[in-house]
């Protein structure tokens, strides 16, 4: 049965941090790619982290980039996203996905973790 549930959420103030964790099973976590994704009230659930099937290749949405990093560790098929410098408009439910086109499309998501950046 295949698996992901993040954890690491929270309450944090602005300019705070948090990391994020997505543990995987169920399924051979190196060869799919992972991606985070967030979705606030009234607004379009928007892609913000994505990470290559063995790590070598990340990219960033331009809101996010410069303060959040997305890794994994294939040995504990987990990824992570490592959050600074959060503002107000980062609250979210934040979404761990991975996906794979060979053989054919495969696509996972996690049930998701609150994010709330409040003073």
């Known amino acids: 049965q295949v698996q992901l549930v993040e954890s690491g959420g929270g309450l944090v103030q602005p300019g705070g941090s948090l990391r994020l964790s997505c543990v995987a099973s169920?399924?051979?976590?190196?060869?799919?790619?992972m991606d985070w994704y967030r979705h606030s009230p009234g607004k379009e659930r928007e892609e913000i982290a994505g990470?290559?099937?063995?790590?070598?290749?990340?990219k960033y949405a331009d809101s996010v980039k410069g303060r959040f990093t997305i890794s994994r560790d294939s040995a504990r098929n987990t990824l992570y996203l490592q959050m600074n410098s959060l503002k107000a408009e980062d609250t979210a439910v934040y979404y761990c996905?991975?996906?794979?086109?060979?053989?054919?499309?495969?696509?996972?998501w996690g049930q998701g973790t609150q994010v709330t950046v409040s003073s």
């Open positions: 996905r991975a996906r794979s086109s060979w053989p054919v499309w495969q696509e996972y």
């Open positions: 169920g399924f051979t976590f190196s060869k799919f790619a």
């Open positions: 990470i290559s099937s063995l790590g070598g290749t990340t």
